[in-house]
């Protein structure tokens, strides 16, 4: 019974969230018909400016995709307080990766095993939320080369969120209503004997060309 009112709390949740998100961005979900959301599971990687970006992720995705896109997140915020825990764990089905641990290996395996589970991912190779106006996106990390090299038959999905920055600042709890955008684009994968430095300025460039004209200074 408890499992049961719990899901049951988790898609009301999900509802509620979706409702609310897009009432303050309005952020739609995309019509499954569109040809890059195909049903095998992919790496969704998107800019990162505040804690609100996977939401907007997440509802930009058919229905029947998003329930199958599992954010990673940094589990020493989101495991703070019981709703935070309640939302990332049962409504998000979140990877929570500790954002300081041990070994890099670890992580991408733990992202593989997703992967391998049939689930998609949806990532931050920024690897920290960007709160310089200056700089549109942040070098990658490497981590986002380390899975596709574990995985190189997943597809990479760029995703550029606009102006979410300004509708959740860094620090601040209550959001502010504003419209964002989510520029979806084309599927890449890692290619054949393709360098780190190579694949990571590739992946990163095909994220800022989804980026609005003015805002696509680096």
Request: contains cysteine; aromatic residues 8%.
């Amino acid at each position: 019974m408890k499992t049961f009112l719990k899901k049951q709390t988790a898609w009301l949740t999900d509802q509620a969230l979706c409702l609310t998100v897009s009432f303050l961005t309005g952020v739609k979900p995309q019509s499954a018909r569109l040809p890059d959301f195909t049903p095998q599971r992919k790496i969704y990687y998107a800019n990162h400016g505040s804690h609100g970006d996977f939401m907007l992720v997440w509802i930009s995705l058919p229905r029947r995709w998003r329930t199958a896109a599992r954010p990673v997140a940094g589990s020493d915020y989101w495991l703070t307080g019981r709703l935070k825990r309640f939302i990332i764990r049962n409504v998000f089905n979140a990877l929570l990766i500790p954002r300081h641990s041990g070994r890099p290996q670890d992580i991408t395996e733990q992202m593989a095993a997703v992967l391998d589970a049939g689930d998609s991912l949806i990532l931050f190779p920024e690897g920290t939320r960007n709160t310089d106006d200056q700089t549109r996106l942040l070098p990658f990390k490497s981590g986002i080369y380390h899975l596709a090299r574990a995985r190189p038959d997943t597809e990479l999905v760029p995703i550029w969120i606009d102006n979410i920055s300004r509708v959740l600042p860094k620090g601040k709890i209550l959001p502010v209503p504003l419209l964002c955008e989510v520029h979806i684009g084309s599927p890449l994968r890692l290619h054949d004997n393709e360098d780190k430095e190579s694949f990571l300025a590739r992946s990163r460039e095909a994220l800022l060309a989804l980026a609005p004209a003015d805002t696509k200074a680096v």
